[in-house]
Each structure stands twice: as C-alpha cells, then as structure tokens.
C-alpha cells in the first residue's frame, strides 16, 4: 500500500516487484551458501541463477489458491528453473525469507529517511543563522515573555532536528538484522554459520536469538522514533501556522503565483501547507502504537503483527519521507517579516521588559518582594490601559525613588538580550 505523498526514491522500496525482489535475493544467496558446502550441485546452482525469475501478477494469480504469498512466489520462481528449484527454498521457513527481506527494506528506507533529516537540519540551520539578529517577542503560554531573535527560534528546531537524525540512524542500525534460524528459531534445518555467510552477503547482521520471527521491539523503536521525528515536524508547523495568523502575521508560507487560498475568499493566503504536516503527523504517530501493539506475540510467533505491518511500515516511512522534503522546503521558501516581528514586540507596552527591570530594581536596592511588587502593579496597568509600562514606572514614586531616568531607560534596550547570540550560533553553526 503506498500512499500518494510519496517520493519516487522512497515509494520503489516498498512496491510488490521490490518485495519480492528482495526474497529472491535471500533465496539465492542462501543457494550459494549450500552451494560452497556441496549440498547444492554446482551445475544446479548455475540453473537455479540463470532461471530464477518472477512475475507479480503470476504469484498474485497462484496466490488466490495458496492463500500464502511466500508459497506463491516459491511456485513461480520455481516455474522458471525446472527440476534445480528443487533446492531454492531448502531448510528454510517462510518467516526467513520475509523478515530478512523486510530488514532490507527498513534499512534501504532508513538511508533515505537519515539523508531527508538532514537536508531538514542544514535548511534550518541556514534560516537561523540569517536571522540569528532579526528581534521578535518570545512567547510562554502563547503570552510574550521577553525579546528574543527568530534565528534563535529556528536554532532550536536545527538543533531538534540533528536529534532526530541521530535517533532515526540509530534505530535502523538496530533493525539491519536478519535471521535464517528456521521454524522455532533452532536451527533445525540449517547451520547458523550458513545464516552467517548470507547475511554478510546481504549487509546485514545476525539476530542472536530469533522465535520464528525477528522480534518485533526492533520494528517497534522504528516506527516510534519515525513517530517523534513527524511530531517535530508538528511542532516546527504549528509554530508557522501560530506565526501566520492575521493578527501576528510575523512569517507565513510561500504562496505561488496563480495559488488560490479559498474558493470563496479572495483574499486568502492560509498556512495549508503547515497543516498538512501536522495533520499526517497524527497518522505516523498512530502506527507507532500498532506496532507497539506488534510486540506482544503468542510462544515463537503468530501472525498478528503481517497484516498491520503491511500497513503501517510502507504508510509511515512514505509518509515520513513526504514530510521531510515538505518541511524542508516550507522552511527554504518561509517568508519572514522583521518589521512586523517589531511591531508585535513592541505591542505589549514594554512588558516583556518587566524582569529587567525588576533584578534592576533589585541591584538599586530593593528587595526582590518589593521590586517585584512595583513592577507587576505597573505591569497590570499597562495591561488595562494600554499605557507603555517605562511611562509608568517613571510616575511611580517607589521606582523613581531608587532608579535614574537613564538607568530605567537602559533596562528597556532590547540588545542586553542578544548579548550571547555569538555563543548560542557558534552551536547551531556546528550542525
């Protein structure tokens, strides 16, 4: 199932050819492997690679008999070879093949997924250290708090990011293992130094202990982190859709020529881009439970955990690839307004300034109770009245008593608050 937000790259690992493409190359280099240990005729060896071959629709048609993909594609492939697929399959399990294949096109998705991160980080990084002086309010609780840069604000995503380029390269080099352990995971059929050799040829490592399957906590910490990387990218969107809205209206998507923001309203320019990102977010964050829930099988195995991932693994890393390059070029072609961030900063009277003033207050010698005191009742009128919070304070006896006009004046330079942005982009410059 591959959804349409994907990627041409992304979307071919996980298409029906590519899947069964893959077991054919395990089946074959199990062959080999026979082979050198003259189990497997060298003569039956050079039919069985000459002639193995498959159709989709062929195994898709013997299926509807089977009811069993991997004997449907068996009985394909063997169609093709003649009397030598005697030996394609021999002392195998059905599980060997699909977790082996699957473990190949996890990984080969965790590369694209790695390199899509990071191309998220480096476009990041190279918006914030444009901005890295460009003054905006910070807000708590959606309420301003104190001034701070928007190249700062996007250092923290940069940052978040490389997180999340490190944790995603991490779970796939913890599910690049296959396994050839048979039926219950004894080896009953088939040595484990033969598991050793195939999987060298494969790229992939041992599982150490297998049931019949591969332990689904690998597949699980996959889709989880592929879960968190998708709710930063929810975090990153809900920042620019809170940054376009009308009355803030500090940045906002690129909007093309000959775009059409409503079928009604002419005038509209909507963040659509940014929702759609938090609205696929939801569905990667929604498998990882399925796969959580993938975890829990019966003894060596039941086949709980085929179905859902059939679903949830082509959906997520599709989805999440899509999502990537999205972000990505949302955040290259982002449009930043610096003269609005000011107007907006300045907007609230002054009172992102207040605790400035109050450890100014403080060095004047007052005591934290009491310039803490004088400020939020200033503060609170300016709130009420609209009146610019140094206006206030400036009238206040209890202020103008301990502080110099010119020293209060200093405690509302918005650059004491960019003072350590050298330091704080050297970090994101490391990225």
């Known amino acids: 199932m591959i959804p349409r937000y994907s990627r041409p790259e992304m979307a071919a690992i996980w298409t029906e050819h590519a899947k069964l493409q893959r077991w054919l190359d395990v089946e074959l280099a199990v062959c080999r492997a026979w082979c050198r240990r003259g189990v497997i005729p ?27 993909d991997v004997v449907a594609f068996l009985t394909n492939v063997n169609e093709n070879i003649g009397p030598a697929s005697r030996w394609v399959h021999y ?16 990984v080969q998705s965790g590369t694209l997924l790695v390199a899509a991160q990071a191309a998220l980080t480096q476009a990041l990084k190279a ?33 978040e990011s490389r997180r999340n380029e490190e944790r995603l390269k991490r779970a796939h080099e913890q599910i690049a293992y296959g396994k050839l352990s048979g039926a219950v995971g004894t080896y009953a059929m088939l040595d484990p130094a033969i598991e050793a050799e195939v999987m060298d040829e494969l790229g992939l490592k041992c599982e150490p202990i297998a049931t019949q399957v591969i332990p689904r906590d690998r597949h ?84 709980s955990h085929s179905s859902v991932e059939r679903v949830i693994l082509p959906d997520s890393y599709t989805l999440l690839d899509y999502l990537l390059a999205t972000s990505t070029k949302l955040i290259e072609g982002l449009l930043v307004r610096p003269d609005r961030m000011k107007q907006v900063l300045d907007s609230s009277y002054g009172l992102v300034y207040s605790q400035r003033v109050l450890l ?38 209890d202020v103008t008593g301990k502080i110099s006009p010119e020293r209060l004046d200093s405690l509302f330079d918005p650059s004491h608050h960019l003072r350590h942005m050298d330091d704080l982009m050297a970090r994101v410059e490391a990225l």
């Open 360 to 397: 100014g207050l403080v060095e004047e010698g007052l005591t934290r109770e009491e310039a803490y005191a004088a400020v939020q009742r200033n503060a609170m009128v300016a709130w009420d009245t609209g009146t610019p919070l140094r206006e206030l304070l400036g009238d206040d006896d």
């Open 127 to 159: 918006r914030a250290l444009e901005h890295r002086d460009t003054l905006c309010v910070g807000r708590t609780h959606g309420v301003h708090a104190e001034p701070t840069t928007f190249g700062l604000r996007l250092a923290g995503f940069a940052l």
């Open 220 to 303: 699980a910490e996959v889709v989880t982190q592929m879960a968190l990387a998708a709710s930063s990218l929810e975090r990153l969107a809900v920042e620019i859709r809170h940054l376009q809205r009308t009355e803030v209206r500090e940045a906002e998507e690129a909007f093309g020529k000959g775009q059409k923001g409503s079928s009604a309203m002419p005038h509209k320019r909507n963040p659509i881009t940014a929702e759609r990102i938090t609205g696929l977010a939801r569905v990667i964050r929604s498998n990882s439970i399925a796969a959580l829930e993938d975890v829990a099988l019966w003894h060596e195995r039941d086949i």
């Open 42 to 68: 060298a003569d039956d060896l050079a039919q069985i690679e000459a002639k193995a071959a498959f159709s989709v629709e062929r195994t898709l048609e013997i299926e509807k008999t089977t009811n069993h």
């Open 91 to 106: 002392g195998m399990t059905s599980s060997d093949v699909l977790d082996t294949g699957l473990a190949l096109a996890m």
